[in-house]
């Protein structure tokens, strides 16, 4: 089984789709690190990125419910994203 963790922040619009991502994504099994930084990404392709590492993430976990239920947990609320 292919074992990945992702930490970092991810942006969200308002149809909770990912619009940009900063982090690290941690290979558990080979202890490889890879630097993720979509700043100079299309929307789609963030998007794209996203969806494939939910994709495995989701096989991890028992159902795809559980990983959103983590996903929703961690989304932050819409007042602090647009106070000044």
């Keep these: 089984m ?5 930490m970092g922040i ?3 619009n308002e149809d909770n789709n990912a619009i940009k991502a900063i982090g690290i ?4 099994e080979t202890g490889k690190i890879e630097k993720i930084n ?3 990404m ?4 963030v998007q794209a990125l ?4 939910i994709d495995e993430m989701s096989s991890i976990y028992s159902t795809t419910r559980k ?7 961690t989304k932050p609320s819409n007042n602090t994203l647009n106070k000044k």
């Design 25 to 28: 994504i941690h290979h558990l």
């Design 67 to 73: 990983l959103k239920q983590v996903m929703f947990l």
């Design 42 to 45: 299309s929307n789609e392709a």
């Design 2 to 6: 292919n074992k990945k963790v992702f």
């Design 10 to 12: 991810t942006m969200l």
């Design 50 to 53: 996203i969806n494939k590492y």
């Design 38 to 40: 979509t700043e100079n």
